[in-house]
């Protein structure tokens, strides 16, 4: 039988688990190592549980027991620090020294740190994993600010709050989530982010984090010594000083690429793989976010479940797929708000000679834009009313001539009759 270890223990591992062990239950003996003390986990949902609206069982997708019963060691709580890819060995900072025939990495990314005097001090923390979460839900009510107005952020922000806590975010730009919605939608989501709690400081960028003295204990002669490494405020450039009590980043993440840059793989963004997610060395495949796949790096779990189910069909040596990626809508829910965004929804990509159009459409509780171009669809974001989203989405991906359905397109797939259909679609709608 030949021996497979696979170094990290996330969602995209445990997705290529599933996939492995269905296509060929008794090809490897299968070796998982986890550098966290804890099996695997839906990180999608560390959000609700900081929320309190989950707990830590529910999220557990892969419990010790379903390791148990196909038979796979896992090992948890220690991280592989070295890749001897002569002798084809890993060795754990526990100790273990696990021999493969074939080797998957799939390390995941970890959270970007601000670059900033004070990140070091004590009450600066990520939300990134379950350990960040228990130490947020640790915490007293307090004075929070976080750094980044994306995704994790947001959710971050809105959980805090919820909590108790006096939360203020900061974000560099002019509106939240710049990289997945438009202005008009930015604005209305802070507006509603706003009327549950959550202050925000935009087009501020993080100068730096002041230190305060904590008083430690005194010592047996009865003196008291001090030391400034707790977080006291936080500087923005333009002056302003907003005292806090801890900071979360939630600025981006990095691929963790160190171990296979160390084992002399190739590194850029990510460890550097093919459309097989094999690295230059063919014992060795890598998927997730510690993956740079032609000049992609990735986030999204649509993406890295794609890539574990296609690696799986190589490692059982039933490979005929590639991976490639393909552009996909981005579906959000921040606090119960429905988001989705697609393609080039600002209308950047337009040339001199195609001329692009934006449709817009603003009611109380929901805003859509589309972009059009060439009499297609070439983006759009939904916020709030997201039922038209596989409609719209549908004319996107393929490209549809909408020329026809131009008049009534923004209201939705029950108001556009399309060429050869019969009848009337808004036949039944209420007026």
Request: proline residues 3%; negative net charge.
């Amino acid at each position: 039988m030949k021996r497979l270890v696979v170094v990290g223990n996330g969602m995209a591992a445990c997705r290529l688990l599933e996939e492995l062990t269905r296509l060929a239950p008794d090809l490897y003996q299968i070796t998982v190592v986890g550098d966290e003390p804890f099996a695997g986990y839906n990180r999608v949902m560390l959000s609700p549980l900081l929320g309190g609206s989950t707990d830590e069982n529910t999220i557990t997708t892969h419990p010790h027991q379903w390791y148990r019963e196909r038979s796979i060691r896992l090992i948890t709580g220690t991280p592989v620090v070295a890749i001897h890819r002569g002798r084809r060995q890993v060795e754990t900072a526990a100790g273990h020294v696990l021999d493969y025939d074939r080797l998957l990495l799939a390390t995941g990314a970890g959270p970007r740190q601000l670059p900033v005097d004070g990140v070091g001090l004590k009450g600066v923390v990520s939300f990134r994993d379950l350990y960040d979460v228990r130490r947020l839900l640790s915490l007293s009510a307090a004075r929070v600010v976080v750094v980044g107005g994306g995704f994790l952020g947001l959710e971050a922000a809105d959980a805090l709050v919820k909590q108790g806590h006096d939360v203020t975010l900061v974000h560099s730009r002019g509106h939240l989530l710049n990289q997945q919605l438009d202005e008009a939608a930015g604005h209305r989501l802070q507006k509603d982010l706003e009327a549950r709690g959550i202050k925000f400081v935009m087009h501020a960028r993080t100068q730096s984090i002041e230190g305060c003295s904590v008083q430690k204990k005194e010592d047996k002669k009865g003196s008291s010594s001090y030391s400034s490494d707790r977080v006291a405020a936080v500087h923005l450039a333009d002056g302003q000083r907003l005292p806090a009590d801890y900071v979360v980043q939630a600025v981006g993440i990095v691929p963790r690429a160190e171990l296979a840059a160390q084992a002399g793989l190739t590194v850029n963004q990510g460890v550097r793989v093919d459309d097989t997610l094999q690295t230059f060395d063919p014992a060795i495949y890598a998927i997730g976010e510690c993956v740079e796949h032609r000049e992609r790096t990735f986030g999204l779990v649509a993406p890295l479940y794609e890539q574990a189910s296609v690696c799986a069909s190589h490692l059982a040596e039933m490979g005929h797929r590639r991976y490639l990626y393909a552009d996909s809508a981005t579906r959000l829910k921040i606090s119960g708000i429905d988001l989705v965004s697609c393609g080039d929804f600002l209308g950047e990509k337009r040339n001199e000679i195609e001329q692009g159009e934006t449709l817009q459409l603003s009611l109380p509780d929901s805003y859509r834009r589309l972009q059009i171009r060439d009499n297609r669809v070439v983006g759009m974001v939904l916020y709030g009313d997201v039922s038209d989203a596989p409609f719209f989405e549908t004319l996107w991906r393929d490209s549809t001539d909408i020329s026809a359905l131009r008049e009534t397109l923004l209201l939705g797939e029950a108001f556009c009759k399309r060429p050869g259909d019969k009848g009337d679609n808004a036949e039944g709608v209420a007026a």
